[in-house]
T-cell receptor
Framework: GAGVSQSPRYKVTKRGQDVALRCDPISGHVSLYWYRQALGQGPEFLTYFNYEAQQDKSGLPNDRFSAERPEGSISTLTIQRTEQRDSAMYRC??????????????FGPGTRLTVL | AQSVTQLDSQVPVFEEAPVELRCNYSSSVSVYLFWYVQYPNQGLQLLLKYLSGSTLVKGINGFEAEFNKSQTSFHLRKPSVHISDTAEYFCAVGRMDSSYKLIFGSGTRLLVRP
């Protein structure tokens, strides 16, 4: 079936604007993750959902960042009042069940955010 | 806290030559270990993972990795690379008590030349 999809693939915005990044996980996957990847770095964990419940948001850098998954499927990562330092690749991943070490996280292609 | 170090940012190698991509980690608790590959304009794809048992783990596309607890390493190897192996490779760890939260290294770009 289809993999994890993310939209938009590229987003250019001006400093101070709000942006919403969308993630559509693999059908039937219970767990969903958001990561941020700066240029030349590996992905950095932001937050994690089981169904619609946000289980861990310890990686969100500040209160301008928020995420939701209201129906346990599609998720939205919102960044308010964007700053240039928010520029990065934002990656979403999903897995069947997140709390099992045998579970594999399947990553989407990412959204490249550029804040001017 | 956990951390992952991939010392080589880029590894150039000729086609059909062997390759080793190095990964070292530090952690105060037991961890699981992973290697992911990222092809251009695609998401990360799991190559292999070490959970327990045999320290030699075989993955997709002919790759394998060996877990060395005493050296806290999890190096990735392939005996003969192809042009199509050109990609970015990421090592990652996950705590056993919260394995959903992967900590990634900074990545190694494997460049296979004809």
């Amino acid at each position: 079936g289809a993999g994890v999809s993310q939209s938009p693939r590229y987003k250019v915005t001006k400093r101070g604007q709000d942006v919403a990044l969308r993630c559509d996980p693999i059908s039937g996957h219970v767990s969903l993750y958001w990561y941020r990847q700066a240029l030349g770095q590996g992905p950095e964990f932001l937050t994690y959902f089981n169904y619609e419940a946000q289980q861990d948001k310890s990686g969100l850098p500040n209160d301008r960042f928020s995420a939701e998954r209201p129906e346990g499927s599609i998720s939205t990562l919102t960044i308010q009042r964007t700053e240039q330092r928010d520029s990065a690749m934002y990656r979403c991943a999903s897995s069947l069940v997140g709390d099992r070490y045998t579970d594999t996280q399947y990553f989407g292609p990412g959204t490249r955010l550029t804040v001017l | 806290a956990q951390s992952v170090t991939q010392l080589d940012s880029q590894v150039p190698v000729f086609e059909e030559a062997p390759v080793e991509l190095r990964c070292n980690y530090s952690s105060s608790v037991s961890v699981y270990l992973f290697w992911y590959v990222q092809y251009p304009n695609q998401g990360l794809q799991l190559l292999l993972k070490y959970l327990s048992g045999s320290t030699l783990v075989k993955g997709i596309n002919g790759f394998e990795a060996e877990f060395n607890k005493s050296q806290t390493s999890f190096h990735l190897r392939k005996p003969s690379v192809h042009i199509s192996d050109t990609a970015e490779y990421f090592c990652a760890v996950g705590r056993m008590d919260s394995s959903y939260k992967l900590i990634f290294g900074s990545g190694t770009r494997l460049l296979v030349r004809p």
